[in-house]
Nanobody
Framework: VQLVESGGGLVQPGGSLRLSCAAS????????MSWYRQAPGKERELVAA????????NYAYSVKGRFTISRDNAKNMVYLQMNSLKPEDTAVYYC????????WGQGTQVTVSS
């Protein structure tokens, strides 16, 4: 089982990034997918989630209206489009798959700074 995140980096406030998560080794289309993040000294928090069929996306209040989660079950991919980024969005972002068991990626760093 692998979840591999990519697309992180350094961006200025107000900028955008698109995170991708490539899944393999399990039946991707049967799993609900989420993005979490963890900032230094803080607990890991849920950012966005989407069901196995790609409906009912939900978001943390802090990112609602700025972030969009999506998935492509044909490609075993899940995405997080992040717009209007703020310094407080700086964190390591993790991809998570869950059904009866939970899988995690290794994370990708997002730094929002001028």
């Amino acid at each position: 089982v692998q979840l591999v995140e990519s697309g992180g980096g350094l961006v200025q406030p107000g900028g955008s990034l698109r995170l991708s998560c490539a899944a393999s080794g399990f039946t991707f289309s049967s799993y609900h997918m989420s993005w979490y993040r963890q900032a230094p000294g803080k607990e890991r928090e849920l950012v966005a989630a989407i069901t196995d069929v790609g409906d009912m996306p939900n978001y943390a209040y802090s990112v609602k209206g700025r972030f969009t989660i999506s998935r492509d079950n044909a490609k075993n991919m899940v995405y997080l489009q992040m717009n209007s980024l703020k310094p407080e969005d700086t964190a390591v972002y993790y991809c998570n798959a869950i059904r009866l068991v939970s899988y995690w990626g290794q994370g990708t760093q997002v730094t929002v700074s001028s």
